[in-house]
């Protein structure tokens, strides 16, 4: 069964209008129409790219060598290897960088590298390529350094670094500065236009880098032994990095994923065999296993203490240490929900005695003091599932400590087709610093500047947002009858996993039904609701999670529409198709439908 943090009430209905390419798609690939309709929603029109859509292999990856700045990156690197020189890896501190740090870490321990690694503190140091650490590595000998998953827009620090005696290697995902920074090498997917995946995650970029390097040192045609187990087990770890990043999952990410969860059930890492048993997934592992259990943990190291420490799982091989530490940040991790469900309320609270959510405001800033800065990003993106809106939530200076030069520190997150990178530098009057990208940002000011700050941003929003844009919206990929759904249907379904960014799970819609069976509450607390609807011709059970409130207007209502995720139940060794609630339409108002 599916949680009820999937369930969306009172969206607006939009559902994608039948295609006419899909019959025909239907045919050349011999799968449903109803497969191929979802096809087509995704842009994957064509059969060939339909083809190898449907069949991701690992072999579908874009050459490493393809990727821009790998050439000069793996000449360096080289020297330095030749050389004996001082390496140190630079990662961002989320899952996506920490990953990428363990790839690179284990291919250059493997080829007999002198190399460190180094993360920044989350709270203390903030985001990105720092002088003050940039200073301290150089002081203790390094003479290379790579950057992973940050250090494209930190033109002045890499300029330090180069002062000081240290080549630079910039590897990153994130939107280039006007300017870029003096390195040795800078690899980026964005810098060429011919590159075919400019979404790739920070993990990918690192994992491209370390398998051009490896491919330095094969003896024949193929990575064998120990370098190509390596790039098995690093294809797991750049897997974990993309799906936590949330980048889009189509192309090369999808086959990426799409092995990555394949093989991290029988991953020979002992860290991520660790993390798996501290998560207890004892069945298959999906995209939502990874974003929502494994990735939690990995993050909570940086979020609630130092993420150093969750590198040092990846990458070590001692099976009690890396059982130790996923234990620790198993407990690091409740602290964490603990944190965030205060915060939580908070922010909702003045949401309600500031009227934000009914103001017309497109856009809110939240602070408050005594926020953990580990946690408001993932508390302003429950602000923004909530109200539909992009949101900020600054973590103001405890009281008395405000006018010792302490900043403040705040997190955003966005909605689609808003730049919220764009929007916070449009306010960058009132900032110390920020960066980030369209969808996800950081920034830091002074506490005497958010009122302003915060002003400044909501105009900004309220100019380029209105409210059209800031309606919850639930998309529909088609209208089916309940008699469509039958078990070989939604098997058949299943051929899109994994899901993700580019590629949501289906949810399909089925209008005018009637209750078959009276609707009961069910949970521990009757906060979920099972039922059976029919259109008449067919009927099929239902599960809603977090609509046991719904249960006497259902009982009320005489017909209604239902959006869902159609299912198989495998309970007590039955097999049958299970639609799980998206949501319930009441007022017999029809969905939008988009022209075709």
Same mark, same amino acid.
């Given at each position: ?113 002198? &190399? +460190?690694?180094?993360?920044?503190? *989350?709270?203390?140091?903030? /985001? =990105? $390529? ?6 301290? #590595? @150089? ?107 949330? &980048? +889009?999952?189509?192309?090369?990410? *999808?086959?990426?994923?799409? /092995? =990555? $969860? ?6 020979? #890492? @002992? ?107 993932? &508390? ?12 900020? $939530? ?7 400590? @405000? ?194």
């Amino acid at each position: 069964m599916r949680s009820s943090r999937q369930t969306r009430i009172n969206r607006r209905w939009v559902i994608k209008p039948p295609s006419r390419a899909a019959a025909e798609l239907a045919r050349q690939l011999k799968v449903s129409d109803l497969l191929a309709q979802l096809l087509v929603n995704r842009g994957l029109g064509a059969a060939d790219t339909a083809a190898g859509f449907l069949r991701p292999r690992l072999s579908d990856l874009i050459p490493p060598d393809r990727m821009p700045g790998v050439e000069a990156a793996v000449r360096r690197l080289k020297q330095a290897l030749d050389n004996s020189e001082k390496i140190t890896i630079y990662g961002d501190y989320d899952v996506d960088g920490i990953t990428g740090v363990a790839v690179l870490w284990r291919l250059l321990s493997t080829l007999g590298a002198d &190399v +460190d690694y180094y993360i920044p503190h *989350r709270i203390e140091e903030g /985001y =990105g $390529l720092n002088r003050m650490a940039v200073a301290s #590595l @150089a002081e203790s000998g390094t003479k290379l350094l790579i950057t992973v998953d940050c250090g494209i827009a930190a033109a002045e620090s890499a300029g330090l670094a180069g002062r000081l005696g240290m080549d630079i290697i910039i590897t990153d995902h994130h939107e280039p500065a006007a300017v870029l920074p003096p390195a040795a090498a800078i690899v980026h997917p964005a810098l060429r236009d011919d590159y075919p995946n400019k979404d790739s995650s920070g993990s990918m970029v690192a994992f491209k880098l370390s398998w051009a390097l490896a491919n330095e040192f094969r003896t024949g045609r193929r990575l064998e032994g120990d370098l190509r187990q390596f790039m098995l087990d690093a294809a797991v770890l750049a897997a974990m990095g993309t799906i936590a990043d949330v &980048v +889009d999952i189509r192309g090369e990410n *999808r086959s990426i994923t799409s /092995y =990555g $969860l394949r093989a991290l059930p029988h991953c020979r #890492l @002992a860290g991520i065999r660790a993390l798996v048993e501290s998560a207890r997934l004892d069945g298959g592992v999906g995209t939502d296993q990874v974003a929502f259990r494994l990735a939690p943990l990995l993050n909570a190291a940086g979020r609630m203490g130092h993420a150093r420490l969750a590198v040092e799982l990846l990458i070590t091989h001692d099976k009690t240490q890396a059982a130790r530490i996923a234990a620790y940040l198993q407990n690091q991790n409740v602290q964490r929900r603990k944190s965030e469900r205060r915060i939580l309320e908070q922010a909702l609270e003045m949401t309600a005695c500031r009227n934000l959510d009914q103001t017309g405001n497109c856009g809110l800033v939240l602070a408050g003091r005594g926020w953990h800065a580990g946690v408001v990003g993932i &508390v302003a993106s429950r602000i923004v599932e909530k109200f539909c809106r992009p949101a900020i $939530l600054i973590c103001l200076p405890a009281e008395g400590r @405000a006018g010792d030069g302490m900043l403040a520190q705040g997190s955003a997150r966005s909605i689609e087709g808003f730049d919220i990178l764009n929007a916070i530098r449009s306010c960058a009057g009132h900032l110390a610093g920020f960066g980030g990208h369209k969808m996800a940002a950081g920034l830091r000011l002074r506490p005497e500047n958010v009122d302003m700050f915060a002003a400044d941003f909501e105009n900004y929003a309220n100019r380029h947002l209105d409210s059209s844009d800031v309606v919850r919206k639930l998309h529909v990929d088609a209208s089916v009858p309940l008699g469509r759904l039958q078990s070989e249907m939604v098997e058949e379904l299943r051929m899109l996993e994994p899901f993700g960014p580019g590629n949501p799970e289906p949810v399909l819609a089925t209008e005018s039904v009637r209750l078959a069976a009276a609707p009961r509450k069910v949970g521990s607390s009757g906060g979920h609701l099972q039922l059976a609807v029919t259109d008449g011709k067919a009927s099929r059970r239902c599960i809603g999670f977090g609509m046991g409130h719904l249960e006497k207007k259902l009982i009320d209502g005489e017909v209604f529409d239902v959006a869902y995720r159609p299912q198989i139940d495998t309970y007590a060794g039955g097999r049958s198709v299970e639609l799980v609630l998206a949501d319930v339409r009441f007022d017999g108002e029809r969905p939008e439908r988009p022209p075709a």
